[in-house]
C-alpha cells in the first residue's frame, strides 16, 4: 500500500507561482512512477507531469515550459513548481503514484488561478 498526501494548492493571479508537494508513504521502495494529474470543473482528469523510473520525465503539451517536476528521494515527495500560470490552470491537482502494477492517488489539492 502507498499513501500519497498533497499539499500547496491554494490561490494566485494569472501570471504567478505556486509549488506542489506531495509527500509518499508506505511501500515506497516499489514505486516506479510518481506525477501529477488535474481534473478542471466539466473536464476529465488528465496528466500533468510525471516521472517515470526515477529520472524520466513527461509533460502535457500545454504545460510545457511552465511547469517542471521533480523528486527528493531522501524525503519521499514530489514536487511540482508551477510558474506562469494561466486561469486555465484552474482545477483539483491530484498526485499519483504506480506500484506493484497499482495506481494510487491523493485526495488532490485545489489551485485556483485568478484572471
Known amino acids: 500500500q502507498v499513501q500519497l498526501v498533497e499539499s500547496g494548492g491554494g490561490l494566485v493571479q494569472a501570471g504567478g507561482s505556486l509549488r506542489l508537494s506531495c509527500a509518499a508513504s508506505?511501500?515506497?521502495?516499489?514505486?516506479?512512477?510518481m506525477g501529477w494529474y488535474r481534473q478542471a470543473p466539466g473536464k476529465q482528469r488528465e496528466l500533468v507531469a510525471a516521472i517515470i523510473s526515477g529520472s524520466s520525465t513527461n509533460y502535457a503539451d500545454s504545460v510545457k515550459g511552465r511547469f517542471t517536476i521533480s523528486r527528493d528521494n531522501a524525503k519521499n515527495t514530489v514536487y511540482l513548481q508551477m510558474n506562469s500560470l494561466k486561469p486555465e490552470d484552474t482545477a483539483v491537482y491530484y498526485c499519483w503514484g504506480r506500484s506493484g502494477g497499482m495506481d494510487y492517488w491523493g485526495k488532490g489539492t485545489l489551485v485556483t488561478v485568478s484572471s
Open positions: 508506505g511501500s515506497i521502495f516499489s514505486i516506479n512512477a
